[in-house]
């Protein structure tokens, strides 16, 4: 039952360019996102959130896009920098909940 | 800034044998959680605790699992009699309330990676 879904297992782009990753999610309930970025033998650090009474949350760099119809969300990262390389999770809750439940991942290698 | 310490950072044990993963948490968090993940594979749910108790759990987290917060400070993961499919990286996580100073995102640890043989 994977209710967030990461179809991209991995992505590049060329330093300077736009990266976007996408995450679908199957549970009309969820009311959060977040999006975690994770290097090797490190725990997720926490990106950007955004509620589901929004549809657009900037910050910096980082933009996440919520589409809710369509139960999407994208986090769109310009200019994308080397150091971005990394794996990025979308996460979802319910409110009322305690759980935050994690997508697949999305290897992201900015090439320099 | 505060952040989440998790001790061991590596472990190595055999199965069948009992292990206790430990985690501070950030300190004026009310919400504690563990996570794992399988080399390779999606950060899982395991559990969440509030006020001294569990609040949810996934159907990983059985009857070899257990959590506490001993002394107000620590908060433990506890696995019983540990298996080959338990070797993972284990995080635990906590974050504050939601509201306008937080947007109650997690705050993770490095992990703590079990190796059962």
């Known amino acids: 039952d994977q209710q967030v879904k990461q179809n991209s297992p991995s992505l590049s782009v060329q330093e300077g360019r736009i990266s976007i990753l996408n995450c679908d999610y199957t549970n009309s309930m969820f009311d959060y996102f977040l999006w975690y970025k994770k290097y090797p033998a490190e725990g997720p650090t926490f990106l950007i959130s955004i509620s589901s009474i929004k549809d657009k949350n900037e910050d910096g760099r980082f933009t996440v896009f919520l589409n809710k119809s369509a139960k999407h969300l994208s986090l769109h990262i310009v200019p994308s920098q080397p150091g971005d390389s990394a794996v990025y999770f979308c996460a979802a809750s319910v409110g009322g909940t305690y759980k935050y439940i994690f997508g697949t991942g999305t290897r992201l290698k900015v090439l320099a | 800034e505060p952040e989440v310490t998790q001790t061991p950072s590596h472990q190595v044990t055999q199965m069948g044998q009992e292990v206790i993963l430990r985690c501070v948490p950030i300190?004026?968090?009310?919400?504690f959680y563990w996570y794992r993940q399988i080399l390779g594979q999606k950060v899982e749910f395991l559990v969440s605790f509030y006020n001294n108790e569990i609040s949810e759990k996934s159907e990983i987290f059985d009857d070899q699992f257990s959590v506490e917060r001993p002394d107000g400070s620590n908060f433990t993961l506890k696995i019983r009699s540990t298996k080959l499919e338990d070797s993972a990286m284990y995080f635990c996580?906590?974050?504050?309330?939601?509201?306008?100073?937080?947007?109650?995102?997690?705050?993770f640890g490095e992990g703590s990676r079990l190796t059962v043989l």
């Open positions: 300190s004026n968090h009310l919400y």
């Open positions: 996580a906590s974050r504050g309330a939601r509201g306008v100073r937080s947007t109650g995102e997690l705050f």
